[in-house]
């Protein structure tokens, strides 16, 4: 059994366990089971302060769509200045070309870093295709439009929790993984504690009517133990038998794809479990080992349109979205386009503020 804190909820947080769940680590163990990804590390420094900087500001040569500009030279000059002096100019052409290959590859690509997903930032792109990213400017829009992702930024708040002064090095990686619809219906969030797989969960919090049925819910919960105990829980080579993952369940509910690990702790959302919850099954399963080995996991779903955690009619990561200002402006407008214009707003706000 893992070292546990003194109430036995979470497993204890150190360096080496929260860097099982960076995606580097545990990805070629499930690359057969998980969506083809290639991994861009490390990141250089300027790449992490164009990330940190103020604004949202598209790194020139990154946009596939040549643009013709109708600055005269001087103009072009005194603005590149401006920009620079602002800290908002930045290049990466290596980092273009290496993502441009993969897209050559893979058709189009979703992002993500170390161990965030910049799903709240899903507004500046088409909500017909999600996350789509077909060029560089695409991905660096939505990393540098997430809050989700400043979370890997610093070394201090990926090992916040942890009971020591003696951090690990660590580097930002670039996540790219092939980009295709996906079904949020058959998305599920499963809790692995002490090496028991303890609850199921979906992971959208719509209500879908399918969901209810006795006999789907059986048959998810059933597909779901079969591919912890012959995929999951054999390619897991990590020491603490602690970990929530995620899985894309297949059309016909028999099957799944890996899609993500976290580490079983706060900052990993329950969703329709609480910890708590999750703890007194782990207790129940301890006192009952015999019963441990037919033992199927707790699936929590969405009852109803009504169910206090249904979220049907509420945007996606609202109180992540920008202001209303920015979606003005981006109406009608592609992504260069839209990146000129807020580049000028920001410049402007700067300009007014001073004076």
């Not at 804190?5 to 979470?10: M, R, V």
């Not at 090992?159 to 998305?187: A, I, M």
């Not at 009504?306 to 200002?325: D, F």
Request: aromatic share 12%.
């Amino acid at each position: 059994m893992s070292i546990v804190d003194n109430e036995g909820k979470f497993p204890s947080l150190t360096p080496d366990y929260i860097l099982a769940f960076q995606f580097s680590n545990w990805y070629q163990s499930f690359a057969r089971v998980s969506p083809k990804s290639t991994i861009i590390r490390p990141l250089g420094k300027d790449f992490k302060h164009y990330l940190e900087s103020d604004s949202i500001f598209i790194p020139e040569g990154s946009e596939d769509v040549v643009v013709e500009s109708t600055l005269s030279d001087d103009d072009g000059d005194d603005e590149r200045e401006d920009t620079a002096t602002a800290g908002e100019y930045f290049s990466f052409p290596e980092l273009d070309e290496r993502i441009r290959s993969v897209i050559r590859e893979y058709k189009a690509v979703f992002p993500k870093l170390n161990f965030s997903s910049p799903k709240d930032a899903s507004w500046v792109l088409p909500a017909s295709s999600p996350l789509k990213c077909t060029s560089p400017a695409d991905i660096y829009l939505l990393l540098k439009s997430s809050d989700f992702i400043t979370h890997d930024f610093s070394i201090e708040s990926v090992f916040d929790g942890c009971r020591t002064e003696n951090l690990p090095v660590y580097d930002l990686e670039l996540v790219l993984r092939k980009w295709y619809p996906v079904d949020s219906s058959r998305e599920v969030r499963c809790f692995v504690r002490s090496d028991i797989l303890l609850g199921i969960t979906q992971r959208d919090t719509n209500f879908y009517d399918f969901m209810i049925n006795a006999e789907t819910q059986k048959t998810i919960k059933t597909t779901v133990y079969n591919l912890w105990k012959e995929v999951v829980r054999p390619n897991w080579n990590f020491p603490q038998k602690d970990y929530v993952f995620d899985l894309l369940l297949t059309r016909d509910l028999s099957g799944g794809h890996v899609i993500d690990f976290s580490p079983y702790a706060p900052r990993t959302d329950p969703l329709l479990f609480t910890y708590e919850e999750l703890h007194e099954v782990l207790s129940k399963a301890l006192q009952d080992a015999p019963a441990r080995r037919t033992f199927l996991p707790e699936l929590r779903v969405i009852e109803s349109p009504l169910h206090p955690a249904a979220t049907q009619s509420m945007p996606a990561y609202q109180h992540n979205r920008v202001p209303i200002e920015a979606l003005t402006l981006s109406e009608g407008r592609n992504i260069v386009e839209f990146g000129e214009i807020w580049q000028e707003e920001a410049t402007r706000a700067v300009r007014e503020d001073d004076d």
